[in-house]
């Protein structure tokens, strides 16, 4: 505490070490802020995935119906002259009629032949109405139900009428047949398509429509009415799957331009890239292109599906941009439909889109149905422009001088264009319009690898993405780039379908049926694979084996068990985590799997993990060793042995520091318990035996004044927070967060603090055995009896391990089990709590019902009955039933159970202490089975052998489900707390801004001096005897902790922020806090003395407080009367947390790791009463019991790490106190009131002063050279430095002078010259210097 002056008074000395300060904010680590802290554990919801074609078709015949009847007009169109005459790009007046006809119809089969080789076709030249008819009903019979194609030229015959008719021949040609389109529907069937290239074929759409109309109500009479004629007939099909494509709109004529083809919606349809050429030659435009005629157009060099050629390649820009156009017009549903179902289908319509930008520049509508919005005004189109004139330009010097074709620059210009989206678009837009084009490029090996780069940055925008990715049809295409062996993929397609598993695991299937995870399997084992990438094809395989027997068979010949165990030792720890889960789930319920792994001592392996730094992969670790126990196959004497192996190894992790590493725990001894059932029936009844038979001597004594609350004296307790947002309080704190002042009100109906003894409590009206049961659905083992017996075990002579059958591994792991009932996470307790009751019922059940109906097992709380299924539930554990009389006197003559209470006002979680609890009767040989979750609401005894799945299938925590949610979320992008722009990153800046304020003003202030302590500035009462007091760092916010809640004021405003339940058991009190991140988002910390840590978040705003995690700090710890109970010290900096108390040793905790890093031997015999650390120089100062100061150096080993002992003080060191600059000393106090000054250097104190008597509380002011000491005698003495006294307080202001209670607590504020005080009268008080200083 020694201040240099000169120092003081440089500014820009005195500058430079606050900017440090304030900088240093920014380089501090936070705690307890990792998404394992902040989210729930939990998978995220599925998205339903419509992108799988559910009916993929073929249009397997198709019909060309030709009605030319070359060199006859039809009567009702008058042609001009001159007219369009080719049909099919041949000019039928060129040869004969006959001849004609048949080379047209050869043509256009041809020209559907490239777009679908494999259909069956069948040409009808000018044909009558009965060779229509043959020809339809032949090819549907054939299709069966697949789609069948007509298409219709009617460019001989007259218009389609208005009835709904088209025209055919009559068999000598001299008249004109008409034929109605509800004939052709009946004949052709559904599906199918139908092609109409005539004059006002628009009409025929819309006789099509009413026809179909007209046929679903006929089917719906005849459904409705048998006896109506309609149903005798056959029933007409449903024409709802068809698709219709007219060359025009009802009123319009086809053109008759003699430079277009006579068919033209034919050939946009069939020759699309012929005609496109063909019109943009014909265009203004195309005299910007030089030396391009029509006649050259023809000589363009190549094929169609070649792509290196100049024809292949325009083909190919075709596709991809009208693929495009649709993708981005279409509604998601109709593009599926129309462009990936069936080839033929998603050509034609392609090709529509052409067929409608060319028919609309000669004022002809092409008409659909369904119908489509209108694309010819497209962006997409001008691009097919520019491509179409490069490839163009160059023709004439191909062809004059054979100069090499220069390929298109259009995919590389549209990829340029999707990465510009990429990297410059905001988190909410339009999804990006190349995509479909991006699909395309994967069919290059030019472009590939760019491609897939920019796909995979586009599916980790996240779940939406990987959806449109799939719709727009990637799926086949990635599925089928595995069979390449080319190395640079490899990191690209693992990406990708890593992306894709993540939001759609259904894939696994496809995957195996392919062959994929051979590829996965080979990226794993190839160790010059960037861990990244491994862990990507590990997680794919996680997902192949996930319960799915054919992956895991697949996986398993893939030799996927070695390559996980080569790799479990691998520095990146995502890949030790996804190895763990993988391996847990490739023998999950597969046995040879298991025995595989046990060839390989797998398990001997996975032990190592047990102790990871990373909380996630011990996780993954325990979930692997647990399904490797967890499989339900018969067990030999080998299996068993590593099964006992394996239990013993995770039983140490039950003081774990992580609640997920807890939770996996309990969910690992399920499946051994599931496994071995009977053992541990056994087990059951002998603790259940012995709970009743030993009372578990009382730790605390109830009627000491520090310790309980009075409840009479203080009337006016305040309510927590309401009822209400109690029994819904968030899923941490499910069951046993239940309102403190309804106990406290409970208890005053009994009578007072009387109430509270263990005796007592037990026949209260909350009768013991519905306590502690998650919403009152009762438990066969309440907590107070899993807590009693867990201490049982401890207390008495089962300690010894050595003792006859106490020793099996069955009744260790029901040890753990019982220790993790009672572990301060809920969700943790919980489960355990289900286990531990499930296999109590099952034992109960099966033991013979000896006094089931004493008089004495009625309380009030009366035990609910079997029903008349008792029979069969006593076979379900396989002992022999019970003759059949008892059980019918079980149903008849226990009464039943009054209904039910609503939650709100259920009875208050007491455990008791007492061993009088009326348990052992009427221990449930007939209580309600305990409650099996919302899955099987079913009675109780529905299914006898249900409950077994009960236990194994309903307890699983979704770790592996919400370790897979990091490869679905985005891996690229910026994290939030480092983008600069960021509101997170705004904050974070406030709060460090704020911290800067504080201790610049608060320095001024304690460097002027401060000659008084003793304006009040706060005094409030608090609703529980204030136990620990702790303010917040830099705002205005103290917290205050009674004996088992805390609240929360704001001292500057005077007002109550929150009140919350701690959580801790009855027996137990709060002993020490901190505020964890206290310079951004603060945290506090709790430490009861039973040894349990818990961490909370949420407090003191609007939000309710939530529980971030809680562990056992200190096992061994007894809560006794006279100890310290736990005292802590944290280290922001390092992340390190000091605990100690009534124990022999001082634990250090990593809170990064979530695991103890060190214990240190204390050397003593008596408890640790204070803990101060300093980072800089690692060392830890200790003040215990016995008077001694003892001083640690963490660096050294546990026998030499012990560097001073000071035993100048008699008695109790109150508050021991280590300086943090280079050279500070240590400050100790003992209740003597001698205050003692020690250099660590040196082995006597420098200085001591001494102070008041029968000190109860003291406090240091890191800053103002200033010591506050609190005494039994109801006054507060402050000193400075020199050991003047500067401030006595003893009254309170303004309450008529009312003298102050003996101090329980007081605390300096880290900064501001203010003393909170809390002491046993209720109140809590704070002073500060006076008023023209601050």
């Keep these: 505490m020694k201040m240099d002056s000169e120092l003081l008074h440089s500014p820009a000395v005195g500058l430079t070490e606050e900017e440090e300060a304030d900088m240093n904010d920014w380089k501090l680590p936070l705690t307890f802020m990792k998404k394992r802290h902040l989210e729930k554990i939990e998978g995220s919801k599925a998205l339903a995935q419509s992108w799988r074609m559910k009916d993929r078709m073929k249009t397997v015949s198709v019909a060309l119906v030709l009605c030319l009847n070359?060199?006859?007009?039809?009567?009702?169109?008058?042609?001009?002259?001159?007219?369009?005459?080719?049909?099919?790009?041949?000019?039928?007046?060129?040869?004969?009629?006959?001849?004609?006809?048949?080379?047209?119809?050869?043509?256009?089969?041809?020209?559907?032949?490239?777009?679908?080789?494999?259909?069956?076709?069948?040409?009808?030249?000018?044909?009558?109405?009965?060779?229509?008819?043959?020809?339809?009903?032949?090819?549907?019979?054939?299709?069966?139900?697949?789609?069948?194609?007509?298409?219709?030229n009617g460019h001989g015959v007259p218009r389609p009428t208005v009835n709904g008719e088209i025209w055919v021949f009559n068999k000598n040609y001299t008249q004109y047949i008409p034929l109605s389109i509800y004939d052709l529907?009946?004949?052709?069937?559904?599906?199918?398509?139908?092609?109409?290239?005539?004059?006002?074929?628009?009409?025929?759409?819309?006789?099509?429509?009413?026809?179909?109309?007209?046929?679903?109500?006929?089917?719906?009479?005849?459904?409705?009415?048998?006896?109506?004629?309609?149903?005798?007939?056959?029933?007409?099909?449903?024409?709802?799957?068809?698709?219709?494509?007219?060359?025009?709109?009802?009123?319009?004529?086809?053109?008759?331009?003699?430079?277009?083809?006579?068919?033209?919606?034919?050939?946009?349809?069939?020759?699309?890239?012929?005609?496109?050429?063909?019109?943009?030659?014909?265009?203004?435009?195309?005299?910007?292109?030089?030396?391009?005629t029509l006649d050259l157009i023809e000589k363009i060099p190549g094929r169609l599906n070649d792509r290196r050629t100049p024809l292949g390649e325009l083909n190919w820009i075709f596709t991809a941009i009208t693929d495009t156009i649709a993708w981005n017009v279409l509604p998601r549903d109709l593009f599926q439909k129309l462009f990936r179902q069936d080839l033929l289908v998603a050509s034609l319509f392609r090709n529509f889109l052409l067929a409608e930008r060319i028919m609309r520049s000669y004022n002809c509508t092409p008409v659909s149905s369904p119908r489509l919005p209108p694309t010819y005004m497209h962006a997409m189109w001008q691009a097919w422009d520019l491509a179409v004139d490069i490839c163009l330009s160059q023709l004439p010097t191909i062809i004059e001088e054979g100069t090499a074709f220069r390929h298109s620059p259009f995919f590389a210009e549209q990829l340029t264009a999707f990465q510009v989206w990429l990297t410059m678009g905001v988190e909410n837009r339009n999804p990006p319009e190349q995509l479909p084009i991006v699909l395309q490029v994967l069919l290059s090996q030019v472009h590939r690898l760019r491609a897939l780069d920019l796909l995979g940055r586009f599916l980790d925008l996240g779940p939406w993405a990987v959806s449109l990715a799939l719709s727009v049809g990637i799926f086949p295409y990635v599925l089928k780039l595995l069979q390449s062996s080319a190395r640079e993929l490899r990191p690209l397609l693992v990406f990708i379908w890593a992306k894709i598993l993540a939001v759609d695991s259904s894939c696994q299937a496809d995957l195996v049926k392919d062959n994929g995870h051979k590829y996965f399997l080979s990226v794993l084992a190839d160790s010059y694979m960037p861990a990244e990438h491994r862990t990507m094809a590990v997680f794919i395989l996680a997902v192949i084996v996930n319960s799915y027997n054919t992956g895991q068979e697949a996986c398993l010949q893939g030799n996927l068990i070695a390559n996980c165990l080569e790799q479990l030792s691998d520095p990146h720890p995502l890949l030790r985590q996804w190895v763990a889960i993988c391996l847990g789930r490739i023998w999950q319920n597969f046995e040879p799997a298991r025995w595989c792994g046990v060839r390989d001592s797998a398990h001997e392996k996975l032990y190592t993990l047990l102790s990871d730094p990373i909380p996630e992969v011990r996780c993954a670790a325990v979930f692997a060793l647990g399904t490797f126990v967890g499989n339900s196959a018969e067990r030999t004497d080998h299996s068993t042995t590593i099964d006992h192996n394996v239990a013993m190894m995770l039983a140490q992790l039950i003081n774990d520091g992580s609640p997920v590493v807890r939770k996996e725990l309990v969910v690992a001894l399920s499946h051994l318990v599931v496994q071995y059932e009977s053992n541990f029936c056994t087990v059951a009844l002998q603790f259940i035996e012995e709970e009743k038979n030993y009372a578990v001597p009382s730790p605390a004594n109830t009627s000491e004044p520090g310790n309980m609350t009075p409840v009479r004296d203080s009337p006016a307790i305040p309510r927590l927070r309401s009822v209400n947002s109690y029994t819904n309080i968030r899923a941490v704190t499910t069951a046993r967060n239940l309102n403190k002042s309804l106990q406290n009100l409970n208890l005053n109906e009994e009578g007072g603090p009387a109430a509270l003894s263990p005796g007592n409590l037990s026949t209260s009206s909350s009768a013991s055995s519905t306590l502690g049961s998650p919403d009152n659905d009762e438990y066969i083992l309440s907590f107070e009896t899993i807590d009693k017996m867990r201490r049982v075990s401890s207390y008495s002579s089962l300690n010894?391990?050595?003792?006859?059958?106490?020793?099996?591994?069955?009744?260790?792991?029901?040890?753990?089990?019982?220790?993790?009932?009672?572990?301060?996470?809920?969700?943790?307790?919980?489960?355990?709590?289900?286990?531990?009751?499930?296999?109590?019922?099952?034992?109960?059940?099966?033991?013979?019902?000896?006094?089931?109906?004493?008089?004495?097992?009625?309380?009030?709380?009366?035990?609910?009955?079997?029903?008349?299924?008792?029979?069969?539930?006593?076979?379900?554990?396989?002992?022999?039933?019970m003759p059949s009389t008892s059980s019918s006197s079980l149903t008849n003559e226990v009464p039943k159970p009054p209904p039910r209470e609503p939650p709100a006002t259920r009875p208050p979680y007491t455990p008791t202490l007492g061993g009088q609890a009326p348990h052992s009767h009427q221990f449930p040989r007939t209580r309600k089975m305990f409650d099996k979750g919302p899955e099987q609401a079913a009675e109780d005894g529905e299914e006898p052998g249900g409950h077994r799945n009960y236990v194994s299938l309903a307890l699983q925590t979704g770790l592996c489900d919400w370790s897979a949610k990091y490869f679905a979320q985005p891996v690229m992008k910026i994290p939030e707390e480092h983008d600069l722009e960021s509101q997170v990153r705004m904050e974070r800046q406030w709060r460090f801004l704020r911290n800067a304020r504080v201790r610049r003003q608060s320095r001024v202030i304690t460097q002027r001096g401060i000659s008084r302590l003793d304006d009040q500035i706060f005094i409030n009462r608090n609703p529980g005897v204030p136990s620990v007091v702790k303010f917040h760092p830099f705002n205005t916010c103290i917290a205050v902790a009674d004996k088992d809640s805390i609240c929360f004021w704001d001292w500057e405003k005077g007002e109550r922020l929150d009140y919350f339940y701690n959580g801790n058991p009855r027996y137990t009190r709060i002993t020490a806090m901190e505020y964890?991140?206290?310079?951004?988002?603060?945290?506090?910390?709790?430490?009861?003395?039973?040894?349990?840590?818990?961490?909370?978040?949420?407090?003191?705003?609007?939000?309710?407080?939530?529980?971030?995690?809680?562990?056992?700090?200190?096992?061994?710890?007894?809560?006794?009367?006279?100890?310290?109970?736990?005292?802590?010290?944290?280290?922001?900096?390092?992340?390190?947390?000091?605990?100690?108390?009534?124990?022999?040793?001082?634990?250090?905790?990593?809170?990064?790791?979530?695991?103890?890093?060190?214990?240190?031997?204390?050397?003593?015999?008596?408890?640790?009463?204070?803990?101060?650390?300093?980072?800089?120089?690692?060392?830890?100062?200790?003040?215990?019991?016995?008077?001694?100061?003892?001083?640690?150096?963490?660096?050294?080993?546990?026998?030499?790490?012990?560097?001073?002992?000071?035993?100048?003080?008699?008695?109790?060191?109150?508050?021991?106190?280590?300086?943090?600059?280079?050279?500070?000393?240590?400050?100790?106090?003992?209740?003597?009131?001698?205050?003692?000054?020690?250099?660590?250097?040196?082995?006597?104190?420098?200085?001591?002063?001494?102070?008041?008597?029968?000190?109860?509380?003291?406090?240091?002011?890191?800053?103002?050279?200033?010591?506050?000491?609190?005494?039994?005698?109801?006054?507060?003495?402050?000193?400075?430095?020199?050991g003047d006294v500067i401030s006595n307080i003893k009254y309170y202001d303004g309450f008529m002078g009312q003298r102050i209670g003996a101090i329980s607590c007081l605390a300096f504020h880290p900064h501001w010259p203010h003393l909170a005080v809390g002491s046993n009268d209720y109140y809590m008080s704070i002073y500060s210097a006076e008023k023209r200083l601050r």
């Design 70 to 152: 070359v060199g006859v007009d039809p009567p009702d169109v008058v042609k001009t002259s001159p007219c369009a005459r080719l049909e099919c790009w041949i000019d039928p007046l060129s040869m004969s009629p006959q001849k004609a006809l048949e080379t047209i119809g050869a043509n256009l089969q041809k020209q559907y032949e490239n777009w679908q080789p494999r259909a069956r076709y069948k040409q009808s030249l000018d044909p009558t109405v009965d060779e229509v008819k043959k020809l339809c009903t032949s090819l549907r019979r054939n299709a069966k139900e697949e789609r069948v194609l007509f298409h219709y």
């Design 185 to 292: 529907q009946t004949w052709m069937g559904s599906p199918s398509i139908f092609v109409y290239d005539c004059s006002n074929a628009g009409i025929i759409v819309k006789s099509f429509k009413q026809f179909a109309l007209q046929r679903e109500q006929e089917l719906e009479v005849a459904a409705i009415n048998p006896s109506h004629p309609l149903a005798q007939m056959p029933l007409p099909p449903s024409m709802k799957n068809c698709i219709q494509l007219a060359a025009c709109e009802a009123n319009e004529l086809l053109p008759m331009n003699p430079d277009l083809p006579a068919d033209l919606f034919t050939s946009c349809l069939t020759t699309p890239i012929k005609i496109a050429l063909r019109w943009f030659c014909m265009q203004k435009s195309a005299t910007l292109v030089p030396g391009v």
């Design 800 to 881: 010894s391990l050595i003792g006859v059958s106490y020793n099996s591994v069955y009744t260790q792991i029901w040890r753990v089990l019982l220790h993790l009932a009672a572990d301060p996470f809920p969700e943790v307790s919980d489960l355990a709590m289900k286990v531990l009751n499930s296999i109590a019922y099952k034992a109960t059940m099966n033991a013979r019902p000896q006094r089931i109906l004493d008089s004495g097992s009625l309380t009030q709380s009366a035990p609910a009955s079997p029903t008349s299924k008792g029979t069969h539930i006593h076979q379900a554990g396989g002992s022999p039933p």
């Design 1076 to 1282: 964890l991140n206290g310079h951004d988002c603060s945290l506090l910390l709790t430490a009861t003395d039973d040894g349990a840590l818990r961490v909370w978040k949420n407090f003191a705003d609007q939000k309710n407080p939530e529980m971030v995690t809680a562990w056992q700090g200190l096992s061994d710890m007894l809560p006794t009367t006279r100890g310290a109970g736990m005292v802590v010290d944290w280290e922001q900096e390092t992340g390190l947390l000091m605990t100690s108390g009534d124990v022999r040793v001082i634990r250090i905790w990593d809170t990064d790791r979530e695991m103890k890093v060190q214990d240190i031997p204390t050397g003593a015999d008596s408890c640790v009463t204070s803990l101060s650390c300093d980072s800089q120089r690692s060392l830890i100062v200790a003040g215990l019991g016995d008077g001694s100061v003892r001083v640690f150096d963490r660096r050294m080993g546990p026998s030499e790490c012990r560097v001073m002992t000071y035993r100048e003080h008699g008695a109790w060191v109150v508050k021991a106190h280590l300086q943090k600059e280079t050279d500070g000393n240590i400050i100790s106090v003992s209740v003597n009131g001698d205050v003692r000054f020690f250099e660590p250097r040196t082995p006597d104190s420098i200085n001591v002063l001494q102070t008041v008597k029968g000190l109860t509380a003291l406090d240091i002011h890191p800053q103002a050279n200033l010591f506050a000491c609190g005494s039994m005698n109801q006054f507060i003495a402050v000193y400075n430095a020199n």
